[in-house]
């Protein structure tokens, strides 16, 4: 059986799609709001505060104090001051932060765009970061190994600077942009037991959710200050929660346990960089061998079957295969999964066109198009929308494939960037229609 598509394009051109449809966005929209406890939230908010994704543990909470104003430098192109425009709008209606853009002087969080070469100077593995005390990449360069930009020895943020890539797709960008402006703001830590938030480092969800928005809306409450406690914050965020999400109050606790370091690691080598072949498929079924004997049902069961999933599939796809549909179960059964579930079915998806089995891709596709549109996924929204689009021309409803195809290709453009990535995309999921593979048609 030939490989099924992955989510990230190769750069290889093809001169099957001379013009391409310009670039759709999404719309700023609010988040639904949460589903939780506020048992499990009060949890949640204390581990996000007071620990880092190190494991290393902080003993003030701190939060910016007063009017927060950000300020965009650099080369920055307009599409990324129109998500900033949008985000701190989102900010100030659902977290209810007094939070405004300033075009010159001092800000409080400085947001300079830069090559994502520079970034990878100081960082090698990260696609952007936020660092305190400090407004420019080149005062950090300065400072960064001082006790100034030590996330461990913080007693306050009066000055922070996040840095973006700006030879980055749009979505790519953007995703940046929310993670690290909330983190700036808020949470230093990553969960990977929360399902529904951009603090997971499982990268699932790329923009705030209405879980994000709660937890910093907590972290801004008049009761809690800068310099408190992990026990004096512990001790208000009941009355705080009670106030902000009543409906928690009753709310059964899922009491997810603690992640272990050792999954986290084995996850992160699989996935990450720099590991050879054989270190990616060791760590990715232990992974998969920590989670299964923790006992584990959740979406972190099922993200390791999806990496394992991920690792094997170029050697062995009937492998994968088991595996993508073990994580598609344990999704299944996770709440708030939606779009842990979407980014699953795109490879169930890819296994039924490479097999000829057009009605099964677009069943398998048709549940996801809204749930890849709602969280503005666009690089996951072309990628369904491409396979639908194969599924089509294998029934022989051409003219509807050729609509669904140009659509698709409007979105690819804001999640994969260039014309080049985006012709890629599509002339790889095309290769999997049995009517098209091997003659390079689009």
């Not at 913080?154 to 000055?159: A, C, H, I, T």
């Not at 994580?327 to 699953?344: C, D, F, N």
Request: charged share 20%; proline share 6%.
């Amino acid at each position: 059986m030939a490989t099924a598509p992955v989510e990230q394009p190769s750069r290889a051109a093809t001169e099957a799609v001379p013009m391409l449809p310009p670039m759709k966005t999404f719309r700023s929209q609010s988040a639904l709001p949460p589903s939780v406890s506020n048992r499990d939230l009060a949890r949640d908010i204390l581990d996000l505060a007071f620990e880092l994704e190190s494991g290393s543990s902080l003993s003030t909470f701190t939060r910016v104090e007063g009017p927060i104003t950000v300020r965009l430098t650099g080369p920055a192109p307009i599409s990324l001051s129109m998500e900033l425009e949008n985000l701190l709008g989102r900010l100030r209606r659902e977290a209810g932060l007094n939070i405004s853009l300033v075009q010159s002087g001092a800000a409080t969080i400085t947001i300079e765009a830069v090559q994502h070469a520079q970034i990878r100077r100081f960082l090698p593995s990260a696609a952007c970061f936020v660092a305190p005390n400090v407004s420019s990449l080149t005062e950090y360069a300065g400072a960064r190994r001082s006790p100034r930009t030590d996330w461990t020895r913080l007693q306050n943020r009066q000055k922070l600077a996040i840095f973006l890539p700006v030879d980055t797709p749009p979505q790519e960008m953007r995703d940046c942009l929310h993670e690290e402006l909330a983190q700036a703001l808020g949470p230093l830590n990553d969960l990977y037991r929360l399902s529904d938030s951009v603090f997971n480092d499982d990268n699932v969800h790329t923009v705030l959710t209405g879980y994000d928005m709660l937890v910093l809306r907590a972290f801004y409450a008049p009761e809690l200050r800068t310099g408190m406690s992990r026990a004096e914050v512990a001790r208000r965020l009941p009355d705080i929660l009670a106030r902000l999400n009543p409906a928690g109050i009753n709310q059964s606790a899922l009491r997810r346990s603690d992640t272990p370091r050792a999954w986290i690691d084995a996850i992160q080598t699989a996935l990450g960089p720099g590991a050879s072949k054989g270190a990616r498929l060791a760590n990715a079924q232990k992974a998969v061998n920590i989670a299964r004997t923790a006992g584990w049902e959740d979406h972190r069961r099922a993200f390791a079957h999806y990496a394992l999933g991920r690792v094997v599939q170029s050697r062995d796809p009937d492998v994968a295969l088991s595996h993508f549909l073990a994580a598609q179960r344990y999704y299944a059964q996770t709440p708030g999964a939606e779009l842990h579930r979407a980014q699953v079915a795109q490879q169930l998806a890819a296994y039924a066109l490479l097999e000829g089995r057009a009605q099964a891709a677009l069943d398998l596709i048709g549940p996801h198009l809204n749930v890849a549109r709602r969280h503005e996924n666009a690089a996951l929204l072309s990628t369904l929308m491409l396979l639908r689009a194969e599924a089509l021309d294998l029934k022989g409803l051409t003219a509807e494939a050729r609509l669904v195809r140009l659509d698709s290709l409007g979105w690819a453009r804001y999640g994969f960037g260039s014309d080049a990535a985006v012709r890629a995309k599509a002339q790889e999921i095309a290769t999997l229609n049995p009517l098209k593979r091997g003659n390079g048609r689009l």
